[in-house]
């Protein structure tokens, strides 16, 4: 910015940034305007780092920022996550191999998977144009959509690496869930897991497949918490 933020822009600004933490316009101004510093506060900050698992104080409250809440994660991001974990990237029409969701500024380009997810046209400057309520559209989509299943099978895809490997299925199951949702099974999830590959004539591949779709699938994948 060439010249100083009027104090209108920068109180607006906070307030849509991080008004429940406990910042103030006072704060970015000391960071001089530096909204990268200003993130790090916010990702510092205790509010930010609270557990999305309530207790018996909280676990009723819904307003008071106690605790985190588990929110949907935007189409654009939602995408990016699929094609992160399945080690596939989109092809948009128009726009060079590799782009990822959250690049694409053309509101106009057909995509199913944006237009279900909630992603706005931005017709209006209202942040209630996008769309954040689960569907069974939704749903329906990550389960049978065959772009999403063409991504889990893709010959290149993280689950033919895998099975391809010289891995044992244990460690397979570890890097799945890695993958997915960046943390290691449990000892109850790990048992579960092991049985897609004790399944009478499933091969290696098709029991990663199943594994990295279920996991595509689950609450924890799809929403940020």
Request: proline share 6%; aromatic share 8%; charged share 20%.
């Amino acid at each position: 910015l060439q010249h100083l933020p009027e104090p209108v822009f920068v109180k607006a600004m906070v307030r849509r940034l991080a008004s429940h933490l406990g910042l103030d316009a006072d704060h970015l101004v000391a960071q001089r305007y530096d909204l990268k510093a200003f993130t790090r506060s916010i990702l510092n900050s205790n509010a930010y780092q609270l557990d999305s698992v309530p207790n018996q104080s909280n676990q009723t409250d819904s307003q008071n920022f106690s605790h985190a809440a588990w929110k949907p994660m935007p189409a654009e991001v939602l995408l990016d996550a699929i094609c992160q974990a399945t080690g596939v990237p989109e092809q948009f029409n128009g726009w060079p191999m590799g782009y990822r969701a959250i690049q694409i500024w053309d509101n106009r380009m057909p995509s199913y998977f944006f237009r279900v997810f909630g992603r706005p046209q931005r017709v209006s400057v209202c942040e209630c144009e996008r769309g954040n309520e689960p569907s069974i559209a939704q749903a329906l989509h990550l389960m049978n959509s065959p772009e999403s299943v063409r991504k889990i099978r893709h010959r290149d895809g993280l689950a033919a690496r895998l099975a391809a490997s010289e891995r044992s299925s244990t460690q397979i199951i570890e890097e799945i869930y890695l993958a997915a949702l960046c943390r290691l099974p449990t000892e109850a999830e790990q048992t579960l897991m092991q049985q897609a590959f004790q399944e009478p004539g499933l091969t290696r591949r098709e029991a990663s497949e199943d594994i990295l779709w279920t996991l595509l699938n689950t609450r924890e994948f799809v929403y940020n918490h």
